[in-house]
């Protein structure tokens, strides 16, 4: 009889002494991150978002304790890239390097998007504010001198000019789309897929003008590659300022064309990785190095607040305003 009691008391031993770690084991939220996280972006590492998306991810991949890969998904205005983090499993390992482009301009550019760029994405953190700079080649086009020159040239000769742009949609596509609206041009557009292909008709003399973003193009104002006409700011930009604004030097008062950087998840990312992911991006693009970074060498303006919530108070409001700006330009993408 003893033995039976000891054979029947083992059991509920067991039990009794795993309860506690079994029940610990559910509490716990699995660890996050656990192995290298995909850092998407729709379009070539030449581009402002691949310099950007390459610079961050390092000291992100070092906060995190797992690397961080950026991946280039290229086409359709970025579209290819955010249908793929549209698609993705919401646990953190796949993320989308964002534009006002992808996320704002697209909705109403685009006549069918596979995916719904508010209610499909988790927005994470803002980046930063991106102008575009009016810029002519100096070697073939040297008769621009300011932006009266080329609006001259243009009134003189209409359809005669074109400007070039990294692609349907893009903010160096609407940039320049609303300049010719406020200036009242009859220029052409050509798009190119990508920085690279529109550099190189520029410094080639196949177009000419282009409203870069500041980031690729304040290296070739530097080398003399290319003449910084006018940014596309309310103000003059820190990294470049002899260059006057649109609104100053072109005579069309109240022009700007801004666009925003930002980090998305797919919808449905967990708060706590969403949260972990602002707040390692948030101090990181604090950082004086960073921002001196940012604001000297980029021409970017790094945003005031960052929250999630705050930054898809943007992304709602932008939605809405370029929106306008489409319909206005006449744009549409099949």
Same mark, same amino acid.
């Given at each position: 009889?003893?033995?039976?009691?000891?054979?029947?008391?083992?059991?509920?031993?067991?039990?009794?002494?795993?309860?506690?770690?079994?029940?610990?084991?559910?509490?716990?939220?699995?660890?996050?991150?656990?192995?290298?996280?995909?850092?998407?972006?729709?379009?070539?590492?030449?581009?402002?978002?691949?310099?950007?998306?390459?610079?961050?991810?390092?000291?992100?991949?070092?906060?995190?304790?797992?690397?961080?890969?950026?991946?280039?998904?290229?086409?359709?205005?970025?579209?290819?890239?955010?249908?793929?983090?549209?698609?993705?499993?919401?646990?953190?390992?796949?993320?989308?390097?964002?534009?006002?482009?992808?996320?704002?301009?697209?909705?109403?550019?685009?006549?069918?998007?596979?995916?719904?760029?508010?209610?499909?994405?988790?927005?994470?953190?803002?980046?930063?504010?991106?102008?575009?700079?009016?810029?002519?080649?100096?070697?073939?086009?040297?008769?621009?001198?300011?932006?009266?020159?080329?609006?001259?040239?243009?009134?003189?000769?209409?359809?005669?000019?074109?400007?070039?742009? *990294?692609? #349907?949609?893009?903010?160096?596509?609407? &940039?320049?789309?609303?300049?010719? %609206? /406020?200036?009242?041009?009859? $220029? @052409?557009?050509?798009?190119?897929?990508?920085?690279?292909?529109?550099?190189?008709?520029?410094?080639?003399?196949?177009?000419?003008?282009?409203?870069?973003?500041?980031?690729?193009?304040?290296?070739?104002?530097?080398?003399?590659?290319?003449?910084?006409?006018?940014?596309?700011?309310?103000?003059?930009?820190?990294?470049?300022?002899?260059?006057?604004?649109?609104?100053?030097?072109?005579?069309?008062?109240?022009?700007?064309?801004?666009?925003?950087?930002?980090?998305?998840?797919?919808?449905?990312?967990?708060?706590?990785?969403?949260?972990?992911?602002?707040?390692?991006?948030?101090?990181?693009?604090?950082?004086?190095?960073?921002?001196?970074?940012?604001?000297?060498?980029?021409?970017?303006?790094?945003? *005031?607040? #960052?929250?999630?919530?705050?930054?898809? &108070?943007?992304?709602?409001?932008? %939605? /809405?305003?370029?929106?306008? $700006? @489409?319909?206005?330009?006449?744009?549409?993408?099949?």
């Amino acid at each position: 009889m003893r033995l039976t009691r000891r054979l029947l008391a083992l059991p509920l031993a067991a039990l009794l002494g795993a309860a506690p770690a079994a029940a610990q084991g559910t509490a716990q939220q699995p660890a996050w991150p656990t192995r290298p996280i995909e850092f998407t972006i729709g379009f070539p590492n030449s581009s402002g978002v691949g310099i950007y998306a390459r610079r961050i991810a390092e000291p992100l991949s070092r906060a995190l304790g797992q690397p961080v890969v950026v991946n280039p998904r290229i086409g359709a205005g970025g579209n290819v890239g955010s249908d793929f983090v549209a698609k993705a499993r919401p646990d953190g390992y796949v993320i989308l390097f964002g534009t006002a482009g992808t996320h704002a301009i697209n909705q109403t550019l685009y006549r069918r998007l596979p995916f719904d760029v508010l209610r499909d994405f988790t927005p994470i953190a803002h980046l930063g504010d991106v102008p575009n700079i009016l810029t002519t080649s100096v070697e073939r086009r040297p008769q621009y001198r300011t932006c009266m020159d080329v609006i001259n040239d243009g009134k003189a000769r209409p359809g005669a000019l074109n400007y070039g742009s *990294t692609g #349907n949609g893009a903010s160096t596509h609407l &940039a320049g789309a609303r300049f010719a %609206v /406020a200036a009242g041009l009859d $220029v @052409v557009h050509v798009p190119f897929t990508g920085q690279a292909g529109v550099v190189t008709a520029q410094l080639g003399g196949q177009i000419d003008f282009f409203f870069n973003q500041t980031g690729p193009a304040i290296a070739m104002i530097q080398q003399g590659q290319v003449r910084g006409l006018a940014v596309t700011t309310r103000s003059r930009v820190p990294a470049l300022p002899d260059v006057p604004t649109v609104a100053e030097a072109c005579n069309l008062p109240g022009f700007e064309s801004t666009t925003w950087y930002g980090v998305f998840g797919p919808a449905g990312l967990p708060d706590e990785i969403t949260r972990r992911l602002n707040e390692e991006i948030v101090r990181i693009i604090s950082a004086p190095e960073f921002r001196t970074w940012l604001v000297q060498d980029q021409g970017i303006e790094p945003p *005031t607040v #960052n929250t999630p919530a705050e930054f898809r &108070a943007v992304q709602e409001q932008d %939605v /809405a305003r370029w929106a306008q $700006v @489409v319909r206005d330009a006449r744009a549409t993408v099949d």
